[in-house]
């Protein structure tokens, strides 16, 4: 069995290869009367787009979106919306000598370990390009957060050893646009975006980390067990494509403090701001400060839920690497094609989209908790 959907009442499930025909999903569970706000779901792919600048691969794909169901008249309807984004510029004769031969630290082995064959042609399903489908459900249920007044932002943090500071509260993220790395600090943009240059030119690749803001989230979304948001979270990060981490909060930094450094206190707020139209709100109460990320016990607390997601380097280099073919026999790997030699530029609007369809399926299963 190959599970290939995401999410419990907001559901996603897609279909497609790299090098297919398209590649595509149906979302079930949208409410209805939601206003589809077709150029928002179309720019959101044209972030996550290929061929977008000099740091990405200069595969060019348009990525338009063509709906089939689940949408009259400018809104959602409550049925299935499915959707497709046709494949229109696969190479496919650059991966002709990959057909035999397993890519260093790429699905390459495991897809053939698991199913006795493989789509070699830009790594078939494994391809990032499945992505696509994740976007646009993503599109839809920011479309549905908008209207609750919560918002998802996400933004390249460190690319290498170059990192900005943990503390998101010390940028502008409505700047993070303003460059091809998407990063809120220009100057450190500037110095990402030269590395990640340099490193195409060696034919080599390399990692780092997106951050993820999300604001206006109420308390309560999570479940105490099996369903802890936390989880759910890092579950729907370390499903992207070349995501190895996932850390929320002060994360692993946060191990070498003492609880009386790391605790949030709780303070009274006779006028704490509603973050969102949803009940029930606490308005008795804030926080001093936010070391939990937002989440405690699993549910969310009202605050701003904060994470980061490590990307490790692209598996395919444009080098020549050692490896063996499907008989066990050395082989010197020459690759072809288009590739990206950091995923972090467009692994931003997957990570939000991936946060969106996670925090509205929690606000959908909480709406169940109680009247």
């Not at 949208?30 to 787009?49: H, T, V, Y």
């Not at 494994?126 to 646009?136: D, G, K, L, Q």
């Not at 009386?260 to 029930?280: C, G, H, R, V, Y």
Request: charged share 20%; glycine share 10%.
């Amino acid at each position: 069995m190959m599970r290939n959907t995401f999410g419990n009442i907001f559901t996603l499930t897609t279909f497609g290869e790299s090098h297919g025909v398209a590649v595509g999903g149906v979302v079930d569970g949208m409410p209805a009367g939601i206003a589809i706000d077709m150029e928002f779901i179309q720019n959101e792919l044209n972030r996550r787009r290929p061929g977008q600048s000099k740091i990405t691969t200069s595969r060019a794909e348009p990525d338009k979106v063509e709906f089939f169901s689940g949408v009259f008249e400018g809104k959602s309807t409550g049925t299935p919306i499915g959707f497709a984004v046709y494949n229109t510029n696969q190479h496919s004769k650059d991966y002709d000598n990959m057909r035999d031969l397993f890519r260093p630290s790429h699905a390459d082995f495991t897809y053939y370990a698991k199913y006795g064959l493989r789509d070699h042609r830009g790594g078939g399903r494994s391809s990032a390009r499945i992505t696509i489908a994740r976007c646009v459900a993503g599109a839809l249920a920011k479309l549905v957060l908008r209207k609750l007044n919560i918002s998802v932002r996400a933004y390249t943090s460190q690319v290498g050893d170059i990192a900005l500071d943990h503390d998101y509260r010390h940028y502008n993220l409505n700047t993070t646009e303003d460059n091809i790395v998407r990063c809120p600090d220009q100057e450190m943009a500037a110095r990402m975006a030269a590395l990640i240059a340099q490193v195409k030119q060696e034919g080599d690749t390399i990692g780092g980390v997106v951050t993820c803001v999300v604001k206006g989230c109420p308390a309560g979304l999570g479940e105490p067990e099996s369903g802890k948001l936390h989880a759910l979270l890092g579950a729907a990060m370390l499903s992207i494509n070349a995501a190895k981490g996932f850390e929320y909060g002060e994360g692993f930094a946060g191990a070498a403090w003492r609880g009386s450094q790391q605790n949030d206190i709780f303070l009274p707020a006779k006028e704490k701001p509603q973050t969102s139209n949803l009940k029930p709100q606490t308005s008795n109460l804030k926080l001093q400060t936010n070391h939990s990320g937002g989440i405690q016990g699993g549910i969310s607390n009202g605050e701003d839920i904060y994470f980061r997601v490590a990307f490790k380097p692209v598996a395919t280099l444009l080098m020549a690497q050692q490896t063996v073919d499907k008989a066990g026999h050395p082989v010197t790997m020459n690759v072809r094609g288009r590739h990206d030699p950091c995923v972090l530029p467009r692994a931003v609007p997957v990570v939000e989209a991936m946060a969106a369809m996670t925090i509205l399926d929690a606000l959908l299963i909480s709406r169940t908790n109680r009247l």
